[in-house]
């Protein structure tokens, strides 16, 4: 799947969750294979609600860099400092220097 469609389906899926139950999302045949492939931890996250958007949209812009031809490692090394970023620099400035 591309990026394109990998937000279309986390946008439906998110959509359906403010007017379905899981049990009926997961009856659903339509995300069969987006469930049980590629998306199946993305869509776990969706639908257990511990999804983080921010992440999301930053690894689709990753992935669309990766599609226009950019090679793989730049573009993990980009999102990796995204990730630190956002999780491990705000820890690492709250430590007390050494004396």
Excluded: W
């Excluded at 946008?11 to 995300?31: A, G, H, P, Q, R």
């Excluded at 921010?54 to 993990?76: A, C, T």
């Amino acid at each position: 799947m591309d990026a394109e469609e990998i937000e279309r389906t986390v946008n439906k899926l998110i959509d359906l969750l403010k007017t379905n139950t899981v049990e009926e999302i997961e009856s659903m045949s339509e995300f069969d294979s987006f469930k049980k492939g590629a998306g199946k931890m993305l869509y776990q996250m969706v639908i257990t609600n511990t999804f983080d958007n921010s992440i999301f949209k930053e690894m689709m812009k990753m992935k669309r860099l990766i599609e226009s031809g950019e090679d793989q490692y730049s573009v993990d090394v980009k999102f990796g400092r995204y990730m630190a970023g956002k999780f491990i620099d705000p820890v690492v400035k709250n430590i007390p220097p050494k004396k």
